[in-house]
Each structure stands twice: as C-alpha cells, then as structure tokens.
C-alpha cells in the first residue's frame, strides 16, 4: 500500500541553523501539505501545496519557512534560521484531490530538536 | 474563532469495554468533520469522515455520530482491543475549497488488560 515517507526520523540541530525536512508524497498526489505538533498540543496547519505554489499557509508559517517540490518525488519544508520554539514534530501529507472531502495522507514524521 | 474541542483528554479503560469520545466544533461554514487515530510517533490515520447530512456512520468497532445542529461529534469504540491505545483527534473541515483542517486537541485512550 502506497505511505508518506519523510527523512530524517529525528534531527537535532543548533538554534539559528538551518533545517531542511523531506518529504515523498503517494506517486500519484497533488496535494501537499505541512503540519506540526509541538509536544503535548495539538496537530497545527501549516502550509498546503499544489501546482508547484503555496495554496494556503497559516500564521504560522512566516518568513522563515518555505516549501519547495524540487523534484518529481520530493516535497521539502525549510526553516532557514531555527529558533528554539520551531522544536516540534513536523508532519507531511498528500491528498489526489483538492476537494473538502479529500482525504490527507499522513507520514510518520520528523521530529525535529532545536538546541 | 474556529475550534475544535474534545473530551475527555485522557482516557484508561479495560480491554473488551466500550467507550465514548466526544467532540465539540465551532468551525464555519462547516464541510466535514473526520476521526483520526494517532499511534504514539506516528502520523494520523483516517478512520471515518462525516458530513453535514450524516449522522452516523461505522467503520469496523468505530461508529461516529455527528449533530450538526448542536455541532457535536461522538465516537464510539465497540469491544476495545489493546491496539486501540492511540490519540483519537476529530479534525474539522471548512467549506469552500479551503485545505486547512483544524485540529481538535485529542482525547488519549489507553486500553489495558
């Protein structure tokens, strides 16, 4: 059965660095989307994707954030200079449709640590 | 402001009980609403979706009920096994072509022996 997939499991990186998060969406999807769940709060919204731009994005997702689909296969978040708070774990889903109905596939996530 | 609330937050029950997780919305114009099932380190799982015109609907031991009118959401775990252990989050589509969900703050259940 086709999965999200997403690398690393976990990283670990120095606070101003900056952090790339991969993502491989279901081959045959066109909707990508970004989520995050901080420890012990709720799963937040972050970014959705499609046709090569950002379809919607949340408050949370300013400056220092983008996303990028550099290839067939890959969908990435970057966070350019990593502030403590951004520890989180970071969530990628695809969906075939963009419909409300459309159901988001979710991978395992990257939990990302920001020292 | 839309949110999505759910209660209880944490749950312990025995194995072969029943349970209730309840959900409560104030998400508009309101699409969809869907139950997930989160396995601790592990993304959401789909379990059952629910639209403004469903009121109930089973998936295997899970049934969901929604009441639109009181915009509230049950589900229902019939015979729970030790795999149910997990967060169960309700997550609540708006309408009009919109991809953010919101997300409800989850109940977690534990299933013990």
């Known amino acids: 059965e086709p999965e999200v997939t997403q690398t690393p499991s976990h990283q670990v990186t120095q606070m101003g660095q900056e952090v790339i998060l991969r993502c491989v969406p279901i081959s045959n999807h066109l909707y990508f989307y970004w989520y995050r769940q901080i420890l012990g709060q709720k799963v937040e919204f972050l970014v959705s994707?499609?046709?090569?731009?950002?379809?919607?994005k949340s408050e949370i997702f300013d400056d220092q954030f983008s996303v990028e689909r550099p290839d067939g296969s890959n969908f990435t978040l970057k966070i350019r200079s990593t502030k403590l708070e951004d520890s989180a774990m970071y969530f990628c889903a695809s969906s075939s449709t963009g419909t409300d109905y459309n159901e988001q596939f979710f991978g395992p996530g990257t939990r990302l640590t920001v020292l | 402001k839309n949110q999505v609330e759910q209660s209880p937050q944490s749950l312990i029950i025995l194995e072969g009980k029943n349970c209730t997780l309840q959900c409560n919305y104030t998400v508009s114009p309101f699409s969809n609403l869907r139950w997930y099932k989160q396995d601790t380190g592990r993304g959401p799982v789909s379990l059952t979706i629910?639209?403004?015109?469903?009121n109930t609907k089973s998936n295997g031991r899970y049934t969901a009920t929604l009441d639109a009118d009181t915009k509230q959401s049950s589900l229902h775990i019939t015979a729970s096994q030790l795999s149910d252990s997990a967060s169960y989050i309700c997550v609540v589509r708006l309408s009009g072509g919109y991809q953010k969900v919101t997300f409800g703050t989850g109940t977690k259940l534990q299933v013990i022996p």
């Open positions: 994707f499609y046709n090569n731009e950002i379809s919607e």
């Open positions: 629910m639209t403004f015109s469903e």
